[in-house]
């Protein structure tokens, strides 16, 4: 069995430099962060508020790791994300908010991140295939949106995101996150598509953020 360090060193080699590995650390224990930081890893994805606070707290250390948050967000765990401006600037936060995906969202957000004097790069979700199972903005919503969210204070919208089907070719809907992004108004610099099993299709469709999981830190343990 590879090692995380090895795994890396693999998913880098089709990485290039333009692109941000984030490396999806999700139910997978603190320790294996260590071990990927030790190979060199900065960028860390995390699914579930209450996972990643408590990993934050355990890696307090690594003052330099920048958080990710990856999984859909509901709006009363915002302040588990962000934190509370009574925590103080040093309390942790992350970095990123992938999953906006609606005005209410956005909004608790800003005003979070606006209040502690921080500023959360943040990235439109768009359900491109239009699946009832999954989160994300309708395409077609996506330009309101996303002119709301670039006038909030503490919120840098830096671009979309998306999850394609399970099944098929994701090309054809990397392309379209890529269009719907160039079509906007707004000079958004990213795109966060692409994962352990499509993250070369995403990055020749012009992805600037891959989210790579199992190909880095194998097979995902089930929640505790």
């Known amino acids: 069995m590879s090692s995380i360090a090895e795994n890396l060193e693999r998913v880098r080699s089709g990485v290039p430099g333009s ?20 190979a060199g890893q900065r960028d860390f994805g995390e699914n579930y508020a209450q996972e990643w606070r408590d990993k934050a707290a355990a890696l307090s250390d690594l003052r330099d790791l ?25 309390s942790p936060h992350v970095a990123w908010i992938h999953t906006i995906d609606r005005l209410s969202l956005a909004e608790e957000v800003s005003r979070r991140s606006h209040r502690r004097g921080a500023t959360t790069r943040v990235l439109l979700e768009v359900n491109v295939a239009g699946e009832a199972s999954k989160s994300g903005c309708a395409p077609a919503d996506v330009p309101r949106l996303a002119e709301a969210v670039a006038r909030m204070p503490g919120l840098s919208l830096r671009g979309l995101m998306c999850i394609p089907p399970a099944e098929g070719d994701p090309r054809p809907h990397f392309a379209a996150l890529r ?11 990213d795109l966060s598509m692409g994962m ?8 020749a469709e012009g992805s600037t953020l891959v989210r790579v999981g199992t190909a880095i830190f194998g097979a995902r343990p089930p929640r505790a």
């Open 179 to 189: 269009a719907l992004r160039d079509g906007l108004d707004l000079r958004l610099p």
């Open 19 to 38: 692109v941000t590995l984030v490396a999806v650390s999700k139910t997978h224990p603190a320790e294996a962060i260590r071990e990927a930081y030790a």
């Open 66 to 90: 920048v958080w990710h948050f990856i999984g859909a967000l509901q709006t009363n765990k915002v302040k588990v994300v962000v934190g509370r401006p009574e925590e103080g600037q040093d």
């Open 196 to 203: 352990s099993s499509d993250y070369a299709d995403a990055i």
